[in-house]
């Protein structure tokens, strides 16, 4: 007996399935949406056409149909079929499944498809495990994630694998979709309810680009609905309770969504970055985490082109950190709007990286002896302090004094930008600087 119950193909959904596993496409031509991978002329459909199937991993959203592609590939290859999850399966299991394809290409010829879902669950060790054998050609590896590959699966391993990006689905397909189950599910068809197109959209914004949501959903709505009735909104949300927001705290979403609302407000998109970040707290994301990304915002992107924005920032930041939330949202959501709508400026994080360039190539200088502190008598007799002059006993309020060590004489950093108040900075900067001049010029 094989280490897994398996058969050439994936076995059909019984009657009891939920119904996300009943309607699922048995054929690529079943498949909604995806038209890029499994459409006339696709790259996954001419593989499968011509039988040249090599090991792949499907990168998408939850619901957008990597499991299902992946049983259609492995029916349609004819190859043995081993499907588990990285959740449930260790390295053992893993091993077992190798031994067991290797085996069965030596006696019998026969090429396994593993499908390994959640493939980015596996620890290095246990996707090194994978590697000879793909190279061997014993196994076809189909792996499904959530997650960019690039950072989730190892380097060896995905450089033997090609990547076929999966989109959420539009709504026009879930509704089509949706129509689908209402036409061809047997269980659905006993209930003789109706539902009209408006509904079905209505549930397909609930469930934003997720097919299996949609499913779940709408066979929750079914069970509210007597028999023979129509289905109303009043139905999709008794069942929803709330909007399925998609977001992964841990994951590439969550570096997405915060990139999102950063751009937004240095784009000055105020509506944008209200979504951005209700997407984030709605999801559950952490607002002091939302809070410290917007202090780094007002300081970087805002700068002395509006100080105040800083300020405003740590504010809210201790508004949030003392009244959490619900209430905290809407201290968010007006320091969000502040600095979309503040002027900008990065020219205090492009003099401090010109600063840390300076640094990095090895321009460490000493201090010059005029500016150096002297607490003691030793200090003074290497002239520590010798010809400092005191700013504030000159009439100028500056002196011809160079605070610069003099391998970098004249070197400008800060180069600010003619844009709100820092616009008056730069006058001030550039009357300090015609002062000094001229008093050295004098001296």
Not at 270 to 294: C, K
């Amino acid at each position: 007996m094989d280490l897994f119950e398996t058969t050439a193909s994936p076995e059909k959904p019984s009657k009891a399935a939920p119904l996300a596993e009943r309607v699922r496409p048995q054929t690529l031509d079943e498949v909604l949406g995806q038209s890029q991978l499994v459409g006339k002329d696709a790259p996954l459909r001419k593989a499968l056409e011509s039988g040249d199937i090599q090991s792949f991993v499907l990168w998408g959203p939850p619901g957008t149909g990597k499991t299902t592609i992946a049983r259609i590939v492995a029916s349609q290859s004819g190859a043995h079929f081993v499907p588990f999850s990285a959740v449930l399966s260790g390295i053992k299991e893993v091993r077992e499944v190798m031994k067991d394809a290797e085996r069965k290409k030596l006696q019998f010829g026969t090429r396994t498809l593993v499908f390994v879902d959640e493939i980015h669950r596996f620890n290095k060790a246990q996707q090194d495990a994978f590697l000879p054998f793909v190279e061997k050609g014993d196994i076809t590896l189909i792996g499904a994630t959530t997650e960019n590959p690039s950072f989730e699966i190892n380097g060896a391993l995905l450089s033997r694998l090609r990547v076929y990006v999966l989109d959420p689905l539009r709504e026009e397909d879930q509704v089509a979709l949706l129509e689908r189950v209402l036409e061809k599910d047997e269980q659905i068809l006993r209930k003789n309810i109706s539902v009209s197109r408006e509904v079905l959209q209505y549930l397909a914004t609930r469930t934003p680009g997720d097919a299996r949501a949609a499913l779940n959903l709408f066979e929750a709505s079914v069970y509210l609905v007597r028999k023979g009735d129509e289905m109303l909104k009043k139905h999709v949300d008794q069942a929803a309770q709330r909007v399925m927001l998609l977001y992964d705290k841990g994951g590439e979403e969550h570096f997405n969504i915060i990139s999102a609302l950063h751009k937004s407000m240095r784009n000055g998109d105020a509506d944008a970055a209200l979504y951005w970040l209700a997407r984030m707290l709605e999801s559950g994301e952490d607002p002091l985490y939302i809070a410290r990304r917007m202090i780094r915002f007002a300081s970087e992107d805002v700068g002395n082109a509006d100080p105040h924005a800083l300020m405003l920032a740590t504010s809210v930041k201790d508004t949030v950190h003392f009244i959490g939330l619900p209430e905290g949202k809407l201290a968010l959501a007006q320091l969000a709007i502040y600095l979309s709508a503040a002027p900008k400026s990065n020219s205090v994080y492009q003099a401090y990286g010109r600063v840390e360039k300076d640094l990095k190539a090895g321009k460490i200088y000493p201090v010059p002896l005029e500016i150096r502190n002297a607490p003691t008598k030793l200090m003074k007799e290497l002239e520590y302090g010798k010809g400092y002059e005191y700013s504030h006993h000159k009439e100028e309020k500056t002196t011809s004094l160079e605070c610069m060590p003099k391998e970098l004489k004249n070197r400008k950093y800060y180069i600010p930008v003619e844009e709100g108040i820092e616009k008056k900075l730069a006058e001030r900067l550039r009357y300090w600087e015609a002062v000094r001049q001229k008093l050295r010029s004098e001296g």
